[in-house]
């Protein structure tokens, strides 16, 4: 029973029901409501499920990260932003928690992500549809100045728009979702990420399963991310093919596969026009946001400017999420956010190397790993450190590391892998030398750039 009502809560986080089809509920609070439920049967169902998947570490780390945004509120502005903030928060580590208590078996993790993926399909369909017919295309499109000789005219969404038929130039038409899918990056990214996931469901010896169920649902989530004309996830769908295909090609010829696949798909206008570079618009201005976020950084290296303040500094946001990271939490709240994901991340890629040959436990946690790598790509141009894809990513990737260890029980591998990771020294200097490339990024920039 609290299974299946989290299966509900995680569900409905994506599809947003209640937001799009019944908004007047909006005062009543359903999902919150929902989401305190859930909580208090899980933490019911604790001792029955053995414990939570999340280690003390892991708690420690998140309790770590929820401390960060109330200080650095509290440095930045007082008490009371300071308690605004930490409610604006607390629904994303509330769900990292509630994941933990329920996904304890190799099993339930499974199940959690062919939800996830089921959902993706329907937001998916909903996008096309939008797309290719002008389907709610106020709710579910972003129009932006487009490419063409007339681009720049004010971009009013009028009723009958569709955008498959605009081929003007005017405007560049991108579709999205809702809730926290809304930004057609981040909705890019979700899918980018649960790709790897979604083909561990593809069967060896099950041809009519995988060709009418696990191959449209690839095709049509890459249709969907095409159509959202997101830089940062054509490269991180490179950093995938790059991931896959390595093993059996030798590292050069893939990466000369992966820039002539690159190329290719900006001829096919994936980007819808925009370029790849620091000389263009967009991200040359991404790269001045990363250098005002060393600045805050530099005046506020404690506590930050403040948690989603970075745009009260900036006119826009950072576009990267180390980035606003530091510049939001300082370095205090950047060290305790960059070893939750160092930590989770080691104990994957340790998980799928110790996991039995064979099983599926070892394909999850290598194919988890695939998703981690192409979710942080696609993040280096995204504003995400706080959003809840990323502690679901997280906490799918702590239930596959806890299958293996259940798996290798009572041996010394289990052992080695449940053992608590020393941290600490090893995140301070990633999180410098992380502060560092940026240094060094933008200086090299401005020196291109003649400034």
């Not at 309790?63 to 650095?72: A, D, K, R, T, Y």
């Not at 709240?333 to 989770?344: D, E, K």
Request: proline share 4%; charged share 10%; aromatic share 12%.
């Amino acid at each position: 029973m609290t299974f299946k009502l989290y299966l509900l809560l995680m569900a409905l986080s994506y599809l947003r029901v209640f937001e799009l089809f019944a908004p007047e509920l909006a005062p009543l609070r359903p999902m919150l409501l929902l989401m305190l439920i859930v909580l208090g049967l899980s933490i019911a169902d604790l001792k029955k499920q053995g414990g939570s998947a999340l280690s003390k570490q892991h708690q420690r780390l998140m309790w770590g990260i929820i401390g960060m945004v109330f200080l650095s509120s509290l440095l930045a502005a007082g008490f009371g932003d300071a308690i605004g903030s930490l409610i604006a928060f607390l629904p994303t580590p509330m769900l990292f928690f509630i994941s933990g208590m329920n996904l304890t078996s190799m099993e339930r993790v499974k199940r959690l992500t062919a939800t996830i993926l089921g959902c993706l399909a329907i937001l998916g369909i909903m996008s096309v549809a939008c797309y290719h017919t002008g389907f709610m295309v106020d709710t579910l499109t972003m129009k932006e100045n487009g490419t063409g000789p007339d681009s720049g005219f004010a971009a009013v969404i009028e009723s009958n728009d569709i955008p498959a038929l605009d081929t003007s130039g005017r405007y560049l038409w991108r579709i999205r979702s809702v809730g926290f899918l809304g930004d057609p990056n981040d909705y890019a990214q979700t899918m980018v990420c649960f790709l790897p996931l979604l083909l561990t469901f593809w069967q060896p010896g099950h041809a009519l399963r995988n060709l009418l169920l696990i191959a449209p649902t690839v095709s049509l989530l890459l249709y969907t991310i095409y159509l959202t004309r997101s830089r940062g996830a054509l490269l991180g769908l490179s950093s995938l093919f790059f991931l896959t295909v390595r093993k059996k090609l030798g590292n050069v010829l893939t990466a000369g596969l992966v820039v002539g696949i690159f190329v290719g798909a900006m001829a096919l206008n994936f980007t819808g026009g925009r370029a790849v570079s620091s000389k263009d618009e967009s991200a040359g201005g991404r790269i001045e946001a990363w250098a005002q976020g060393l600045n805050m950084l530099t005046y506020h290296p404690v506590a930050g400017v403040g948690y989603h303040r970075f745009s009260d500094h900036h006119t826009h946001t950072a576009h990267n999420t180390l980035v606003v990271c530091f510049g939001e939490l300082g370095l205090l709240g950047y060290w305790v956010w960059l070893g939750l994901v160092l930590m989770v991340f080691t104990q994957l890629s340790r998980a799928a190397d110790a996991a039995l040959p064979g099983t599926d436990e070892q394909l999850w946690a290598t194919r988890a790993k695939m998703s981690f790598i192409g979710f942080f790509v696609c993040s280096m141009f995204l504003s995400r450190a706080f959003e809840p894809q990323l502690f679901i990513l997280l906490v799918i990737s702590i239930g596959i590391w806890n299958a293996v260890c259940k798996q290798l029980q009572g041996t010394p591998q289990g052992v080695a892998l449940a053992a608590t990771l020393p941290w600490r020294s090893r995140t301070f200097f990633w999180a410098i030398g992380t502060i560092l490339f940026f240094y060094v990024l933008v200086n090299v920039n401005n020196i291109l750039l003649g400034r």
